[in-house]
């Protein structure tokens, strides 16, 4: 029975280490209603056929950790001992449909239940890891599992009578806010670099207050930085987009740069971290984008560039950093204006592109122009009165002359505060 518990070394475990081990586990129950309302008509099914097979189901990994949060996860993992084959057979005898087979060999198969997918996971044991990919052994045991994981609070199992499997302290950490890497943090962060991102990403989710680390933890991730490099720049990005609109994301990312971790994965080696500061307290409240925040950090154009180049960021939020760069200053309210919401207004009527009004709502709250962010929210964009068709009815047939005619009107009715209507506009028009 020893050797059953520990396949992976094949050896018996003495009994002392056998009552150590078992003294770790810390169960209790859970029956909150965010627990109750996780059993749609599609997870009975599941768990109804897994007890028939006699294989073991629970909740895994994130999911456990906000229902002990008393939120409802928006996404549910499963762990179980039954391997990829067995539950295909499963799956397949039950006439379930299973569907994205891409992680059947990390032992994830995917089941479609009722109109709800259900994606679960063999317990796994990592036998080599290169920092990005991990060699995979499947195991029966749930502790095995459990120390793969990245943090205590991640490392949690539920079972469906509502009985919680912690074997790392994890709920305890999470009652006290604590972020812990499962085992010795080395050896987890090299496992997988992101992980030091990880630790981050949930330092400001779960932690009360800023510089609460473990001197530890942040030596290894230190000493670990670089191999940050070697993560895809899609990865990174995921994690660092959840860092910045976190909590405590002026001290993260202050940290970020006092660890040496900021040139590995695409931000500028000399950021403009008093401008960082400034932007920080501005969006206060105002929930910003990811990158409204993190292109404070850039200096000069170039810096969106490379960042790019990195990480592999979308065309929209390239765009964004590019206009917050460029119009953070050229872009300002006329201070001494009864009309300071203009310059913005008149961007957004001169760049005619559809989310430009998106844009400059970042860039005021970038400035911390709060009054005026409530008035652009509030501002619907007018539609410019005259069209060509209309100056070619007034007597005009040049298209050349139609154009610069139209853009004179255009500046006349961006004077009047866009009040000017077709007929002024298309009087001032000289006839031939």
Known sequence: MLRRLYPR???????????????????????????????????????????????ELRIAGGAVRDLLNGVKPQDVDFATTATPAQMKEMFQSAGIRMINNKGEKHGTITARLHEENFEITTLRIDVTTDGRHAEVEFTTDWQKDAERRDLTINSMFLGFDGTLFDYFNGYADLKNKKVRFVGEARQRIQEDYLRILRYFRFYGRIVEKPGEHDPETLEAIAENAKGLAGISGERIWV???????????????????????????GLPARASLDEFNQVCKNVEGSSPKPMTLLASLFKVQDDVTKLDLRLKIS???????SFLVKSRRDLLKATDS???????????????????????????????????LTEMERWSVPPFPV????????????????GALLQQMREQWKKSGYRMEKEELL??????
């Open 9 to 55: 070394h094949g050896s018996v475990v003495s009994w002392s280490r056998l009552y150590i081990l078992k003294r770790r586990l810390f169960t209790m129950k859970l029956q909150s209603p965010e627990f109750q309302s996780l059993f749609t008509q599609g997870l009975k099914s599941l768990t109804e056929l897994f007890e028939k097979e006699n294989h």
């Open 239 to 265: 994690e660092l987009k959840k860092i910045l609109v976190g909590s405590h994301v002026n001290h993260l990312v202050h940290l970020i740069y006092d660890l040496d971790v900021a040139p590995h994965i």
């Open 338 to 372: 009864p009309e300071p919401l203009k310059p913005y207004q008149d961007y957004i009527i001169d760049s005619r592109e559809p989310d430009a009004p998106a844009r400059v709502r970042e860039l005021l709250k970038y400035q911390g122009e709060r009054a005026l």
């Open 427 to 432: 009087s001032h028009i000289k006839k031939p």
């Open 315 to 321: 065309k929209e939020e390239k765009n964004l950093a």
């Open 387 to 402: 069209s060509g068709h209309d100056v070619r009815k007034a007597g005009v047939s040049s298209g050349k002359e139609i």
